[in-house]
């Protein structure tokens, strides 16, 4: 297998240091063909491993900057959402309400159900599935109520006329929206909300503030991967106050939205689910390098190619392409959970470190860390102004720093072995990397 590796690699190195030299001996216009070849073997190479690019996406949730905060009111029966034994029939209606840009009330029904896996067993307050309901339904609680003025006595008479229509029959799928900030999302969102108290100490934090920047250090995990533009979710920062069904606030406590796989895979051109009588046969091996790649660079080890903990999106011509997501148990957050055991500068070393240096002479390598490398700016940008506490905010760039550090000398070693690989990427790109 080594030997193997040496001779790709020689070989390869060889062809794009020697290849415009050996033309040098050629004859006539044998020689313009030789360039010719070794150029469009360079070109081939960067348009073959250049990482899948999506396109943004269409709803209004997350169009916004990373730190625009949005303020939401959910009212409904927290007490039976959160409760400790999961249930396919679980859930609850709820009114989700908010104010639009100039400040005008807005709401909409939905029902909740609880999900996740080490969040739901162990969390007081669970993660949450929003299921949106029918815009007729809001029209008929429009023309119900439509006298009782904004507040929190309206939220209560909006949420018991939609209980009472619903009759306690779980809502299992939900209808697209279309005049609201939740278009273009499909039936459902996920929103990734805080702990509270845990009966696992490695799940939440032992504080109200450790709770917060814990949720705001996995917000802007994601965060700092998106600016790739590649296979993963997009969040919305939220700041949730949950009120019961006598409209009494319960906690306000941050929040995340989740993209649903659904419109990622749209954005990416792949689909949510496998196309009738195509033949797939595993994850694309480009697809499964940029999955590991961001993953050991955000020290994420909670996966594996079963779907654990990623997602696995579809092509029609038989390729599966994986994407990272829940980061709740980075090693980032939690070095010292059964899977991570070892703080991030040993990580560095002893994992991330000896894994990128495998990759010396690999193409594939060369264009996936040179497209990370040029969008560093844009992801360091993400945490230096991001809302997380002094203490928290060094430890992010501390770890970006350091472990961006070894994509960066890996360029430095590649320049030497790919000359001509490198050039060319800087060509198209029109950046030059230090």
Not at 37 to 50: E, F, P, T
Not at 211 to 222: G, K
Request: hydrophobic share 35%; proline share 4%; aromatic share 10%.
């Amino acid at each position: 297998m080594f030997i193997c590796r040496i001779v790709n690699i020689t070989a390869t190195a060889f062809l794009l240091l020697a290849g415009i030299g050996m033309s040098d001996h050629a004859l006539g216009s044998g020689k313009s063909v030789e360039t010719s070849a070794v150029q469009g073997h360079i070109n081939a190479l960067v348009d073959r491993y250049r990482p899948l690019q999506c396109g943004q996406s269409k709803s209004p949730l997350f169009q916004a900057a990373a730190n625009d905060v949005l303020k939401l009111e959910i009212i409904s029966d927290f007490a039976h959402v959160n409760k400790e034994i999961y249930s396919e029939t679980g859930g609850d209606s709820a009114i989700v309400s908010w104010q639009d840009k100039n400040g005008n009330a807005e709401y909409l029904p939905v029902f909740i159900k609880d999900r996740g896996n080490s969040r739901r067993d162990f969390c007081e307050w669970v993660p949450l599935r929003i299921i949106f309901e029918s815009p007729l339904v809001k029209e008929q609680l429009d023309r119900s109520l439509k006298k009782i003025p904004p507040g929190k006595k309206r939220l209560v008479k909006l949420y018991n006329e939609l209980k009472s229509r619903r009759k306690n029959n779980p809502l299992n799928k939900g209808v697209a929206q279309k005049k609201n900030l939740f278009r273009k999302l499909g039936d459902d969102i996920k929103l990734v909300t805080h702990c509270g108290k845990s009966s696992w100490k490695r799940v939440g934090g032992d504080s109200r503030e450790a709770q917060e920047e814990r949720l705001l250090q996995e917000y802007y995990i994601y965060q700092v991967l998106d600016q790739m533009g590649s296979v993963t979710l997009k969040t919305r920062l939220a700041e949730v106050t949950y009120r019961d069904p006598e409209g009494n606030i319960l906690v306000t406590r941050k929040a995340f939205f989740r993209e649903p796989k659904s419109r990622l895979a749209r954005r990416c051109g792949l689909s949510k689910r496998p196309y009738p009588k195509v033949e797939y046969n595993g994850i694309d091996d480009l697809s499964w390098f940029q999955l590991e790649l961001f993953n050991r660079f955000v020290y994420f080890k909670d996966y594996d190619r079963d779907g654990r903990n990623i997602n696995l999106l579809y092509r029609d011509d038989g390729k599966i392409f994986a994407g990272p997501y829940d980061f709740d148990l980075s090693g980032i957050l939690v070095p010292d959970y059964r899977p991570n055991s070892n703080s991030l500068e040993a990580n560095l070393r002893h994992y991330f470190q000896s894994w990128i240096k495998y990759h010396d002479g690999d193409e594939k390598a060369v264009v996936h860390i040179f497209f990370m490398i040029k969008s560093k700016n844009r992801m360091r940008r993400v945490l230096e102004n991001s809302l997380l506490n002094e203490k928290k905010k060094t430890h992010m760039l501390n770890w970006f720093d350091s472990y961006m550090s070894v994509l960066e000398q890996f360029m430095k070693t590649n320049r030497k072995l790919m000359p001509a690989l490198i050039a060319e990427l800087e060509k198209q790109e029109k950046i030059e990397l230090k």
